[in-house]
């Protein structure tokens, strides 16, 4: 009768294994450029806050990146980001967002200024979706 009962317990220590193993390996998959990315995007939420006037936002990324003038401290950073209001209901707005991130200007926080913004009102919730994926 113990054996059973302890086969099944086994069986299921096991399978916890390997799905916690598989988390794990998954995790240390995340390649250092996706790291990079999510602390760029969190460094910018302060920015895309005024942009979108405090509307929730998901979908953030970076676009494209560049150095400007050579300079390794001074970079243009194209962003976008979807916006939407209650339980990520419509209406959806895309923004596109140009920034310059530079170096501490008169306190220790990084000098962002905000470059250009293209809003597109009232894109599809099948538009969204596609621009997610």
Excluded: W
Excluded at 32 to 56: D, N, P, Q, R, W
Excluded at 63 to 90: C, F, W
């Amino acid at each position: 009768m113990k054996s059973k009962c302890l086969f099944p317990a086994i069986m299921a220590g096991f399978l916890l294994f390997l799905f916690c193993e598989h988390l794990v390996v998954n995790a240390a998959q995340n390649n250092k450029e996706e790291l990079m990315e999510e602390v760029l995007l969190k460094h910018y939420s302060t920015s895309f806050t005024k942009i979108t006037e405090g509307k929730a936002y998901y979908c953030e990324r970076i676009n494209h990146m560049e150095r400007l003038n050579g300079d390794s401290t001074i970079h243009k950073v194209e962003t976008q980001l979807i916006t939407y209001e209650g339980a990520h209901n419509p209406p959806y707005d895309l923004y596109k967002i140009m920034l310059k991130d530079g170096p501490p200007g008169q306190g220790l926080e990084p000098e962002i200024t905000i470059l250009d913004v293209d809003m597109e009102q009232d894109i599809s919730a099948e538009q969204a979706k596609g621009i997610c994926n």
